[in-house]
Each structure stands twice: as structure tokens, then as C-alpha cells.
């Protein structure tokens, strides 16, 4: 569907983040915004598992390695 554009270290670096503001947010009983701001976790879960992001696509980024023919 998407083409990949993040690399191995990238991915690992956005789940890692994400799931540690995931947990984080849910080991937090906190309120008011910074407590709901940790749901920000997801985006970089989800682009993490998913190996693409919108905004790199936008701007032309990649950090997935080129493949050798």
C-alpha cells in the first residue's frame, strides 16, 4: 500500500518511544493536558510497526537503505 521509507533504527527508535510514553501514560494517574499529551505515543508506535511515514513521504525523506538490483 505505502511504500517503506524508515530504516531499522528508525522503526526501533519509534517504538520504543512510543510504547514508553504509552506506558508511561497508563502507570500515570495524572490529569489536564500534559497527562493526555503522552497519547501522542501512538503515532510514532503506529508508523513504527507500519515501517512508513506521511511526513517523510510528504518531504521526500527516507531512511530505509536503498536496495541493491
Same mark, same amino acid.
Not at 38 to 54: E, N, R, S, Y
Given at each position: 500500500? !505505502? @511504500? %517503506?521509507?524508515?530504516? %531499522? +533504527?528508525?522503526?526501533?527508535?519509534?517504538?520504543?518511544?512510543?510504547?514508553? &510514553?504509552?506506558?508511561? !501514560? !497508563?502507570?500515570?494517574?495524572?490529569?489536564? !493536558?500534559?497527562?493526555?499529551?503522552? &497519547? *501522542?505515543? *501512538? &503515532?510514532?508506535? +503506529?508508523?513504527?510497526?507500519?515501517? %512508513? =511515514?506521511?511526513?517523510? /513521504?510528504?518531504?521526500? *525523506? /527516507? @531512511? =530505509?537503505?536503498m536496495k541493491?538490483?
Open positions: 500500500m !505505502f @511504500t %517503506t521509507n524508515e530504516g %531499522t +533504527v528508525d522503526r526501533a527508535l519509534r517504538i520504543i518511544v512510543g510504547l514508553a &510514553l504509552l506506558v508511561w !501514560f !497508563f502507570a500515570d494517574q495524572g490529569a489536564g !493536558f500534559w497527562h493526555y499529551a503522552k &497519547l *501522542i505515543g *501512538i &503515532l510514532p508506535l +503506529v508508523t513504527g510497526v507500519v515501517g %512508513t =511515514c506521511p511526513l517523510y /513521504s510528504i518531504l521526500g *525523506i /527516507s @531512511t =530505509c537503505p541493491r538490483v
